[in-house]
């Protein structure tokens, strides 16, 4: 089997990292994963079966139990993206042993996209720093956090789930928080990751820069867009 492209692309909540790895999969006709959705239908679960106090045991219990179809399940389940979810899977995220039962579903993906796909884009938050290291080009997307919560007010009114401009903001620094002081895996830019600070930009004008900057990688030099 020939060997795979990989992208990482890695950043904190809301930073425009998903519109990101999404249309960069399309331009090369990679396959795309969202490794966020993999933490939330285990928190998902979690929440299920045990609620909000569950403890890290509880945690582990639930994400080895969880069988593909499972997964397949609550990823598609209408709480999926809500903010209480979100909570949840930063909380299992902090677990060791949870990170691990999902480190290998991530890197299978990487090294045998599905499809056949000649490569493969993974979001999340330690992608270029622990699932794939060896990555082929590793983005790091930032945006200032009003700017952040701005955008995820504005993504769950659009599906029509109420939220308060206060609430989102405090949880998403919380999560910011717990995501980047965890001693497991915490968010951190890979030493040769290409920052994007997307602020001010348009998804247009981020999809350029991390456009020229993949033409820049040994991988990317011979590859054309996929049509
Ligand atoms: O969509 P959003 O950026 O808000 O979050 P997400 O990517 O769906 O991830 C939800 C939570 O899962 C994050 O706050 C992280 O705690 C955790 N996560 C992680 O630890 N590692 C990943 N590779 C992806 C998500």
Same mark, same amino acid.
């Given at each position: ?50 609620? &909000? ?18 997964? @397949?399940? @609550? ?23 949870? $990170? ?17 796909? $000649? ?19 590793? /983005? ?14 504005? &993504? ?10 206060? &609430?989102?903001?405090?949880? /998403? ?26 602020? &001010? ?12 900057? @993949? ?7 011979? @590859?054309?867009?996929?049509?």
């Amino acid at each position: 089997m020939a060997e795979r492209i990989v992208v990482a692309v890695d950043g904190p909540a809301a930073s425009g990292k998903g519109t990101l790895a999404r249309r960069l999969a399309a331009q090369f006709g990679f396959a795309y994963l969202d490794t966020g959705a993999l933490y939330r239908a285990v928190g998902l679960a979690v929440l299920h079966r045990h609620g &909000e106090e569950a403890g890290p045991d509880d945690m582990l219990e639930v994400a080895r139990s969880l069988t593909a179809a499972d997964v @397949l399940v @609550l990823t598609g389940h209408p709480s999926l993206r809500t903010d209480r979810t979100a909570v949840a899977a930063s909380r299992v995220a902090a677990v060791a042993a949870v $990170r691990d039962t999902l480190a290998d579903i991530q890197r299978r993906f990487a090294v045998d996209p599905p499809e056949g796909a $000649r490569g493969a884009v993974l979001d999340g938050r330690d992608i270029g720093t622990v699932i794939c290291p060896g990555a082929d080009a590793k /983005l790091f997307v930032i945006a200032d956090t009003e700017v952040r919560a701005h955008r995820r007010l504005k &993504e769950l009114h659009e599906r029509g789930v109420p939220a308060i401009w206060t &609430e989102v903001l405090q949880d /998403l620094k919380d999560r910011d928080d717990r995501d980047s002081r965890r001693s497991v895996a915490p968010l951190r830019p890979a030493h040769d990751a290409f920052l994007i600070d997307t602020s &001010e930009l348009s998804p247009t004008q981020v999809f350029d820069k991390a456009i020229a900057f @993949l033409h820049s990688r040994p991988a990317f030099a011979a @590859l054309q867009p996929s049509v």
